[in-house]
């Protein structure tokens, strides 16, 4: 009877300690941002992607299989849902060479296509997102009419995490006002190139 006892403490034990160590991994994944890009501080001249000249140009990067990245594409909505006409926005899926017709136009690739006002785009071996020098899905990147850098981060405040966040929290503000308190957050998601996943 005792030893069923302490075979049973013992096997709670292990369980809860097993348990604890999945939450901690899962919590350290969830909050751990992607590899920071510096975003050029002006529009890249070389670009092939349009910029208007009458207003703020947004400009996402995401990977079209990350799961993250829904996040990133929902909190686009709603930016664009209260930025209407003062922003154009665009998201460009990046493509990695040798990839099989259409693999990048995914569901994401739809739900972002669905926002009204936002341009989707392919970036074949992700030219533009060097360009910009973005290296995790969900980039995003806000800048002037004139072409001069205002935000560049993630609009999530962690990875797949919908919700109030200071990058979203900051582009309204600099679409809207002019001005925020952050100019720069963390980016949460998968990396846009394999380089940097190894």
């Known amino acids: 009877m005792r030893f069923q006892k302490r075979t049973l403490v013992l096997l709670g034990s292990l369980w809860l300690t097993v348990v604890g160590v999945g939450l901690f ?3 350290n994944y969830e909050t751990a941002p992607g590899v920071p890009g510096t975003s050029p501080i002006k529009w890249p ?3 092939q992607v349009a910029h208007p000249k009458d207003r703020a140009t947004l400009i996402m990067f995401g990977h079209p299989h990350c799961p993250c990245t829904r996040a990133s594409i929902g909190e686009l909505a709603l930016l664009m849902a209260r930025c209407q006409g003062k922003l154009e926005a665009k998201v460009l ?3 990695a060479a040798g990839q099989p017709k259409d693999w990048e136009k995914s569901d994401i690739w ?10 989707v785009l392919c970036d074949n071996d992700g030219v533009e997102a060097r360009r910009f020098r973005a290296r995790t899905s969900g980039q995003t990147i806000l800048y002037n009419a004139e072409g001069e850098l205002l935000f560049s981060g993630g609009i999530t405040a962690s990875r797949g995490h919908s ?5 979203r929290s900051a582009i309204l503000s600099l679409v809207n006002g002019g001005v925020a308190e952050r100019t720069n957050t963390f980016v949460f998601g998968c ?3 394999e380089s940097d996943s190894k």
């Not at 739809?110 to 341009?119: E, H, L, Y």
């Not at 919700?163 to 990058?167: A, F, I, T």
Request: hydrophobic share 50%; glycine share 12%; charged share 10%.
């Open 25 to 27: 991994i899962m919590l």
């Open 45 to 47: 001249a070389d670009s």
């Open 93 to 95: 899926f990046v493509k």
């Open 110 to 119: 739809q739900s972002a296509a669905a926002i009204p006002g936002v341009s």
């Open 163 to 167: 919700g109030d966040n200071v990058g």
């Open 191 to 193: 990396s846009l190139f």
